[in-house]
């Protein structure tokens, strides 16, 4: 058990750039989530899949965050046309069945400049 | 839609000594999971301990315990003998049927030597 994997640990981009990041769940896990955390908040819910499927998404993935989970396994995020409010850690989580409990990457920071 | 409340942004306590962190949360729904978990500064979070909301019996970790007063929406983290590794924001966490975790604030816990 190798954890879950988020990848990269930073990612610095002027305005307007697109970014991806990308998270490698505990390789048994078959729900996905990925959160948005901004300094002294908790993490805000942004997706979650079952395996490759995309179950829910929270309002506050506007039509510029795209999330998939091709084959079921990893899952990437993409940010196009990167805002300043987009500046956060973006944290992934995994877990197994219902009401299992989530365990959590170590979070790509993203910063705009 | 499920509310999760940390009144207390920030505690303190006495190295050995105990601390209760308290947690309410608002839901509709009858069987979910509660949660808390740990974030120490720039690291992962890290699950603390677990509730199934059907069970009466309070959950217990070692030198973590809860209060889960399901009547009252209540779900409160007694940690004893603290340690100074206990120093950390602690988040409590609300997971109903559809596997979206909603977080509370946060309560920064700082552990006095």
């Known amino acids: 058990d190798t954890g879950v994997s988020q990848d990269p640990r930073h990612k610095i981009t002027k305005r307007g750039q697109n970014v991806t990041f990308r998270c490698d769940p505990i390789?048994?896990?078959?729900?996905l989530y990925w959160y948005r955390q901004t300094l002294g908040q908790g993490p805000e819910f942004l997706t979650y899949f079952q395996n490759e499927a995309q179950l829910e998404k929270s309002r506050l993935l506007s039509d510029r965050f795209s999330a998939e989970r091709p084959k079921g396994s990893f899952s990437t995020l993409e940010i196009q046309r990167t805002e300043q409010g987009d500046s956060a850690m973006y944290l992934c989580?995994?877990?197994?069945?219902?009401?299992?409990?989530?365990?959590f990457g170590d979070g790509t920071r993203l910063s705009i400049l | 839609a499920q509310t999760v409340t940390q009144s207390q942004p920030e505690m303190s306590v006495q190295e050995a000594e105990t601390v209760t962190l308290s947690c309410t949360y608002d839901t509709s729904e009858s069987d979910y999971y509660l949660f808390w978990y740990k974030q120490p500064p720039s690291r992962q979070m890290i699950l603390v301990i677990r509730?199934?909301?059907?069970?009466?019996q309070n959950a217990t970790e070692n030198r973590f315990s809860v209060n889960f007063q399901k009547a009252a929406k209540s779900f409160s983290l007694k940690i004893s003998d603290s340690q100074l590794g206990d120093a950390a924001m602690y988040f409590c966490?609300?997971?109903?049927?559809?596997?979206?975790?909603?977080f509370g604030t946060g309560t920064k816990l700082q552990v006095i030597p």
């Open positions: 966490a609300y997971s109903g049927g559809y596997q979206k975790v909603t």
């Open positions: 509730q199934e909301a059907y069970k009466q």
């Open positions: 989580a995994s877990s197994l069945g219902q009401g299992g409990p989530q365990h």
């Open positions: 390789s048994e896990h078959n729900r």
